[in-house]
């Protein structure tokens, strides 16, 4: 008998089974099998893995206009930003950054360096407009594979509980170094810690700015809005945050779960559901984080690239990853905790945290819905 206790595990996203397409919609995670095979444009070769980079509230947040034979035009799709936790646009613009740096990957991939021209229009103001985030041109030399391209299709953020077990220090030094390789204008570092009192801090901290937004509606409402509740939902809109698994489809078919339960804090069901993370949080193995030395647009993209690279060496290293960005986001309700963050982070001044992450080992999971080159692709 399926009761509410048995559905604890609710607001637990969990990647999206393919078997589990419904007749005559797209299969979610086609893109992670084989991508660009068969291409003969090495830019949709090299654009059919960058749709598989990390991505806030996986809103894959990217339109691409194909311009000759080797040039393209990389914007953000505004219609896919996230005004309630991300009003200054800031993590759309880290998603932007990861898109680029896993396209970079797969040109060198074929030998070829993506020369990528950053805002070509110039830098956006207080919020991201239709002007580019990127202009990018192929070009015919030969140059080295990177190795971490290689992880591309398995890399995963990972929100399961994760093991007990320590992870090495020396270890996450390597994943943050390699973060870090390219790092042009040195504005980026990455810091991790394992244990100590600044773990516990950074502990709470992830805990109390996650119930922060559960707490405020909006910010709330907008995840709850991108939740994708069952095989149907997730083939329909291949994106957002997806709920998935028999006892998902149980209670979504008799009325246990739906928008409006979500919506609910008060209700039950979702305390149980987002009573979960507590121990995500507070058990957390290890954090990583990566700060910047200003905050400019380009840095950001910058810091987008650097977190697409330690999610990969992350990946190759057999450590699971989720980053846990609630403290970072820029809403009024959530200021006292975005200083907290900053300060025990060692962002002073200038200086912003741009990423931070849960670091441990997890579970083998599958990969998040994506939506398809054919989505992103305008011209």
């Known amino acids: 008998m399926t009761t509410r206790r048995h559905v604890l595990a609710l607001l637990v996203s969990t990647p999206f089974a393919a078997a589990c397409t419904p007749s005559g919609l797209p299969d979610p995670v086609s893109a992670w099998r084989a991508p660009g095979a068969g291409e003969t444009d090495a830019r949709r070769f090299c654009l059919a893995h960058a749709i598989l980079a990390p991505n806030p509230h996986n809103r894959q947040p990217w339109l691409i206009d194909l311009v000759g034979d080797d040039e393209l035009v990389f914007r953000a799709d505004l219609e896919r930003l996230l005004p309630a936790t991300d009003p200054l646009n800031r993590q759309i613009v880290l998603g932007c950054g990861a898109f680029l740096e896993v396209f970079n990957l797969a040109a060198r991939s074929l030998g070829r360096r993506a020369e990528i021209t950053l805002w070509p229009e110039g830098e956006p103001d207080a919020r991201l407009d239709d002007r580019p985030v990127a202009h990018i041109k192929l070009i015919g030399e030969e140059v080295e594979a990177d190795p971490l391209f290689e992880h591309i299709t398995r890399r995963r953020t990972n929100r399961d509980p994760y093991e007990a077990r320590a992870v090495d220090g020396a270890m996450l030094t390597e ?21 100590d009192t600044l773990r516990d801090d950074l502990r709470r901290l992830a805990w109390d700015a996650f119930e922060a937004e559960i ?14 509740i069952g095989a149907r939902q997730i083939a329909e809109h291949r994106d957002g945050l997806v709920m998935d698994g028999p006892m998902i489809e149980f209670a979504h078919a008799v009325g246990l779960l739906n928008h409006s339960v979500l919506a609910d804090i008060e209700h039950p069901l979702v305390k149980q559901g987002y009573e979960a993370f507590r121990p995500l949080a507070l058990e957390a193995p290890a954090f990583m984080w990566i700060n910047s030395t200003n905050n400019s647009r380009t840095t950001q993209v910058e810091a987008g690239r650097a977190y697409a690279r330690l999610n990969l060496a992350a990946t190759r290293a057999g450590l699971a990853m989720h980053p846990w960005s609630q403290a970072l986001q820029e809403y009024p309700e959530m200021a006292a905790m975005h200083a907290r963050a900053e300060e025990l982070m060692s962002a002073p001044s200038e200086a912003r945290v741009q990423m931070f ?23």
Do not use: C, F, W
């Open 175 to 195: 994943v943050g170094e390699a973060a870090l390789r390219p790092n042009p204008a040195n504005t980026l570092a990455v810091y991790s810690v394992q244990g």
């Open 215 to 228: 707490k405020t509606p909006a910010a709330y409402q907008e995840s709850v809005d991108l939740m994708r």
């Open 357 to 379: 992450v849960r670091v441990g080992y997890g579970p083998q999971i599958g990969p998040a819905p994506r939506r398809g080159l054919s989505d992103h692709i305008r011209t």
